[in-house]
């Protein structure tokens, strides 16, 4: 499970609340009082808005990146990565039908393996790749993100052959 914190424009905040399997995922949103630091469910992620199979593949668990502006989700796998803004209720809706990674590959369970940059103009991804056989190695794709739309392009891959698979976060 996965915490996150968004401010919102008129100053409020909402927690969302994030869990993922290798076969479902849900998320909760709940609205935040600053003053007193009461929640109040405000919605239940429809579960079908997070297709976990064609993101993961069955490998590891999905991660979301958020945008910088907070504006927008990435919802990152090993197979696929998904693009979401906020509906009036808070809760995410798809944007698009999704991009397939340039590099698929396998994640172990529980691993964070996606970020965006400060300014929001690159996705990374960290995947564990099993080539060649008999060897375990990562990778790290970048992505160029585009500012206005959200749009991702493939942009280069850095080998960390030497990097042990314990030491998968990032």
């Not at 979301?64 to 090993?78: I, N």
Request: glycine fraction near 12%; charge should be neutral; charged fraction near 20%.
């Amino acid at each position: 499970a996965t915490l996150h914190i968004r401010r919102l424009p008129d100053g409020g905040a909402l927690l969302y609340v994030f869990f993922s399997t290798h076969h479902e995922s849900s998320l909760l949103c709940y609205a935040l009082n600053d003053r007193t630091g009461a929640v109040t469910l405000k919605g239940k992620g429809n579960l079908g808005v997070f297709p976990n199979n064609e993101v993961g593949g069955g490998y590891g668990y999905p991660a979301f990146a958020w945008s910088p502006d907070q504006k927008r989700l990435y919802y990152v796998g090993v197979k696929k990565i998904v693009r979401y803004t906020f509906q009036d209720d808070g809760l995410p809706a798809m944007e698009g039908k999704g991009l397939a990674c340039t590099n698929p590959g396998k994640s172990g369970r529980g691993r964070g393996h996606a970020v965006l940059s400060p300014d929001g103009r690159q996705l990374y991804v960290l995947t564990e790749k099993m080539v060649p056989a008999g060897t375990t190695f990562w990778q790290a794709d970048t992505y160029d993100c585009d500012p206005k739309t959200g749009d991702l392009t493939y942009r280069s891959a850095l080998d960390l052959p030497g990097l042990a698979q314990e030491c998968s976060e990032f």
